[in-house]
């Protein structure tokens, strides 16, 4: 109401001494710390000059394993069901032979990707893993869907990825309780051994 004054102050606000009023020795004493500082060891990275090197636990963006020139997945369709932003599409297409099957196409929206890791997690042939890679830039939408073309991997160069996650698998979860070995053994990967298994009639070696 016009007239009547009003109370605005907070009622914790603290009330400023005079020094604090004229704001000058804050300000000094914020530049005596950043000048402080100047003389510490710099722990920023001069980035994009001075790359990080990640871990190999890091997870950068997913990428599909080349083995021999061509891709390792055999299009179960896992991943894209186990994507949370539905970031994975493929279409598979027969090929005959042991393999069956191989993706025609596939892509990843990294738009969408949150990097999560569980199309690796649940891949059965561990034919998508999470790379190093973290630095991406896109000038457009469509630029930003990774097809085959980008998604492919030599399986050399993920060999970190790839001794990692061996070190991390659970070396055979099917000790720990009563269940057949071969249950487990579903992975193309496996097939030799279940060859072996067949011909010596037995699903417990
Ligand atoms: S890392 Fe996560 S979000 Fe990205 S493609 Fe894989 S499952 Fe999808
Ligand atoms: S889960 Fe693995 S094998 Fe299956 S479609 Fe995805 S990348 Fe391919």
Same mark, same amino acid.
Request: aromatic residues 10%; glycine residues 8%; charged residues 25%.
């Given at each position: 109401m016009p007239g009547i004054p009003q109370n605005t102050a907070r009622p914790n606000e603290r009330k400023l001494n005079f020094w604090e009023r004229i704001y000058l020795p804050e300000v000094l004493k914020g530049l005596g710390y950043s000048?402080?500082?100047?003389?510490? %060891?710099?722990?920023?990275? =001069?980035?994009? *000059?001075? =790359?990080?090197? %990640? %871990? *190999?636990?890091?997870?950068?963006?997913? +990428?599909? +394993?080349?083995?021999?020139?061509?891709? &390792?997945? +055999?299009?179960?369709? #896992?991943? @894209?069901?186990?994507?949370p932003?539905?970031?994975? $599409?493929?279409? $598979?297409? *027969?090929?005959?032979?042991? !393999?069956?099957?191989?993706? =025609?196409?596939?892509?990843?929206?990294?738009?969408?990707?949150?990097?999560?890791?569980?199309?690796?997690?649940?891949?059965?042939?561990? @034919?998508?893993?999470? $790379? !190093?890679e973290y630095d991406m830039t896109f000038q457009s939408r469509e630029e930003a869907v990774f097809g085959m073309d980008r998604l492919l991997v030599p399986k050399e160069r993920l060999k970190d990825r790839l001794d990692w996650l061996a070190a991390q698998r659970n070396p055979d979860p099917a000790t720990s309780w009563e269940h057949p070995r071969a249950?487990?053994?579903?992975? #193309? &990967?496996?097939?030799?051994?279940?060859?072996?298994?067949?011909a010596h009639g037995s699903h417990d070696a």
């Open positions: 000048f402080a500082k100047m003389s510490e %060891p710099l722990y920023t990275f =001069q980035y994009p *000059d001075e =790359q990080w090197l %990640p %871990p *190999d636990g890091y997870r950068g963006r997913p +990428v599909l +394993v080349e083995e021999g020139g061509k891709p &390792r997945c +055999v299009s179960c369709n #896992l991943c @894209a069901r186990a994507c932003p539905m970031a994975i $599409s493929m279409q $598979s297409h *027969d090929i005959g032979g042991e !393999k069956e099957r191989e993706p =025609q196409w596939f892509e990843i929206n990294m738009l969408r990707c949150i990097y999560c890791g569980f199309c690796e997690e649940v891949c059965p042939e561990e @034919a998508i893993v999470m $790379s !190093k249950n487990n053994r579903h992975s #193309l &990967r496996e097939r030799p051994f279940l060859g072996h298994v067949a």
